[in-house]
């Protein structure tokens, strides 16, 4: 079993940043690929970007590429996405997610509760 819980969202300007966090309870994190999604009110979750277990591979949606970067630390079961330049079409709870597959759908075991980021000026 895996538990993740998300930080780091809140309110940000047009064109500022954000890192998310995510972090995991269990022992054998380092053996799942890790992503990130969100969902906009009335929009379904969409995919961001995944990072893959030990060869840390890693996909990213077109609208996100150059903006968001995914990284993980597995010494402390932790999954990073700095995201830079915000746009108010970023504005969504974000998700992380863990599974045995490294994939862009939703095909992940576990899930986060979410962090709500929401850009504004």
């Known amino acids: 079993q895996v538990q993740l819980v998300e930080s780091g969202g809140g309110l940000v300007q047009p064109g500022g940043s954000l890192r998310l966090s995510c972090a995991a309870s269990?022992?054998?994190?380092?053996?799942?690929?890790v992503a990130w999604f969100r969902q906009a009110p009335g929009k379904e979750r969409e995919f961001l970007a995944a990072?893959?277990?030990?060869?840390?591979?890693?996909l990213y949606a077109d609208s996100v590429k150059g903006r968001f970067t995914i990284s993980r630390d597995n010494a402390k079961n932790t999954v990073y996405l700095p995201m830079n330049n915000l746009k108010p079409e970023d504005t969504a709870v974000y998700y992380c997610?863990?599974?045995?597959?490294?994939?862009?759908?939703?095909?992940?075991?576990?899930w986060g509760q979410g962090t709500q980021v929401t850009v504004s000026s």
């Open positions: 997610a863990a599974g045995r597959r490294f994939t862009r759908t939703l095909n992940y075991d576990y």
């Open positions: 269990g022992r054998t994190f380092s053996d799942y690929a």
């Open positions: 990072i893959g277990s030990f060869d840390r591979l890693t």
